[in-house]
């Protein structure tokens, strides 16, 4: 038998009773998966983490939709344009849809506002809890709608574990913004029920805190839209962009804004959609070089051989600028916020896909910008040529304002600020001393609390009237072999219907029916109410395309009802009256040169690199007007659409061949020989063409003959073609355009 010391027998027994409490422990462990040690782990904890988790997850998404609608996730109804709008339409919207994005403008121009038109501020409020779409009220918004779709989802996470009672329809959370943080707090009564062990919980409160990243950038955007609503800093900016890209001499470059060339006879024309893809370019390539000093900007990267180039740093110096000191409301009263700018950058993007109106003037149609040759015969002929160009835009300016990567790196959040820009004859609109009202009390939206357009105002009777399109799409026509028209007419879809209250407030009434609720009538009827107290009311009914409706001088009254009818001539015959709306029809179009308004026509002649236009423009609708190009090869396959109205038609040919006007004396003195590179063939310019609805129905083609000028072999024929020209009004009054 072996003795063992008292030691290691003590030595021993710490041995097992460190086995066992192992061991024990390891049991314990083993067994207890549902028993909670700690109060963390309760059921109830579980569930709250889950909560709050969502509550955090949802409101990064909130700030960031909001940062990437530009402060506008939520909004009124507003009209929105993007690169297929068409352009005559582009001042009428009130922001961007960029690729599904919408973003409306904090500050435009509104050219139906007042009597002269007036720039609006559009700014969101920040934390005001009366304004519905504040952004406070916009991160609640988004919570409330997205909190249980997107993540609580009935807690079907849990459904294995826990039967969860509480009402999904009483999510109603609590947002407050500081100038660091962000509280959410959400009070949602949960009864937690655990399946295996039947014991319930009860928990309602949650609360969760994200950094505030709106609080900066909305500060520097709302800076920047003061700047520019005070200084049209921007168009500044374009304008002296543009101009190193403006020479009389080239016509890949931009027409300058004036120019003028002695002994020069210049015919050479702009193609004023060239001129605008070029324009939109130059603006898109340069627009970053617009920065904020204020601002973490970034310097110009040049070639090391330009860096120490006075003229190349200058040229970049120009558009870097502080330009915010002046225009901040920070600046002074809080110069800490002002002082965080810093800390961002400010990226300034015009894509040229962005939708742009853009206008050459004096030009033919928006189609083509011509120089102005001038010959002065009095005694010695003098040739001379003047160039002006008018320039008018309207297109939108995004900025896109981030923290520094140095400062968030890895933070994909930005702020999106979109501008409308507004250039007209050469200079920012709000120069125009013709306007007729003090800039410096420009109108905010988000202050203005008129009610003229809610739906609850409209109180006036009932306003009816029937719209139907006579020619169907363009396609509907008198055929004599079976004497009755081919279809019948049709209704309307989709016109808007808006109404403008005193010039104030343009509302908008909705859309028409194909047809209408009274399919029987073959007409869309429309029905609606307006507001009161509106006098004088101008009713508008438009639709791209078609002829526009206008009623003006309305005054609606509560509880008159008011019919918009036709006179008798257009009564149908189951006694429905209707107004006509038609769409534009397509004609074949024959263009023909004529010596004189009594000489016979002949087509253009092969040889002489001949190019003309014709242009048709709808004098009561901007947006309709048919612009045709043509030449020797494609002359015999024209078509040109239109609807009835009153147009104005102007049309001309050039030729492009060059030709000699040799020397000759006169008055004795010698005229040296001139090389002409081109020469205006043909034109025509009609100030008043009507054309009626029965043009439309009973005719197929349109013939439209031009005076033929010639090309002058001599001074004393070009003196001859230069007064031809000047009475070309008085000539083509004898050739006004027939249908047949």
Known sequence: ????????????????????????????????????LFQ????????????????????????????????????????????????????KMRGMNNFGVELPYWFYYDSNSGDKGEFKLNIPSYDDKSDKYSLVNQVKLYLDENLEKNCIKNFKDFENSYNIVYEPKKINTNVEFD???????????????????????????????????????????????????????LERAFINIITPYQNSNRRDLLPPFYDFKFNKYDMNFWDVRKVEKMYKRIISANVHLIQFMNSDYSEPRLPENLKNDEFVNAVYGIYKKDYLSDNSANIKDKPEIFNEY??????????????????????????????????????????????????EVTMPLLFEIKESSKYSYNDKFVFNLLLETNIDYNAPLANKKDFGFDLSKIKNLNSEKTLICDP???????????????????????????????KPISGIEDAIVTFDCKGINTCYLGKSELNGEYTNLNVSRLKFRLPIDCYPGTLKISKFGYKTLKFENLDPKEGVD??????????????????????????????????????????????????GFLIFENKANEDLI????????????????????????TGFVITEKPFIIPSQRIHGETIPQINMSSWIYGSLELDNFEITLDDLLYSKEITTNLIQFGVPSSFDDLNALSEKFKNIKSYSEHLKPRFN
Not at 10 to 30: C, H, P, Q
Not at 53 to 74: F, M, V
Not at 188 to 212: A, D, M, R, S, W
Not at 459 to 474: A, E, H, M, R
């Open 456 to 486: 609850s105002q409209f109180v006036s009777g009932y306003y009816s009237l029937n719209i139907s399109d006579p020619l169907v799409g363009g396609t509907r026509y008198f055929d004599s072999q079976i004497g009755e028209y081919n």
């Open 626 to 649: 048919q612009v045709v190009k043509f030449n020797e090869t494609n002359q015999y396959n024209l078509t040109v659409k239109l609807v009835s109205g009153n147009y104005s038609v």
């Open 562 to 611: 008011v019919s918009l009818i036709r006179d008798q001539k257009h009564v149908k015959t189951n006694g429905e009256y209707y107004w006509n709306m038609e769409s534009l029809k397509t004609f074949k179009l024959n263009v023909k040169l004529v010596n004189d308004f009594l000489g016979n026509p002949s087509s253009l002649k092969s040889g002489l690199n001949l190019t």
């Open 179 to 233: 100038e660091n943080n962000i509280f959410v707090s959400l009070d949602l009564p949960l009864e937690i029920n655990e399946i295996n062990t039947n014991n319930t919980e009860y928990i309602e409160k949650f609360t969760v805190k994200k950094k505030n990243k709106l609080f900066i950038p909305y500060n520097i955007a709302k800076d920047i839209v003061l700047t520019e609503s005070k200084n049209s800093f």
């Open 1 to 36: 038998m072996i003795k063992l010391s008292k030691k290691a027998q003590i030595g021993i027994f710490i041995i097992l009773a460190t086995i066992l409490v192992i061991a024990g422990i390891s049991v314990f462990i083993y067994n207890s998966e549902n028993i909670s």
């Open 40 to 91: 963390d782990e309760k059921s109830s904890y579980k569930i709250k983490t889950f909560v709050e988790s969502c509550l955090d997850a949802q409101t990064k998404k909130a700030i960031n939709e909001i940062g990437l609608h530009g402060g506008w996730l939520y909004h009124n109804e507003l009209k929105f344009a993007d690169k297929n709008t068409n352009r005559y339409l582009i001042s």
């Open 342 to 391: 810093k800390n961002y950058k400010i990226k300034l993007k015009y894509e040229p896909f962005y939708p742009t109106f853009f206008s050459l003037a004096p030009s033919y149609g928006d189609i083509i910008l011509m120089p102005r040759p001038e010959m002065i015969t009095n005694f010695i002929p003098m040739f001379f040529t003047e160039y002006t160009s008018v320039y």
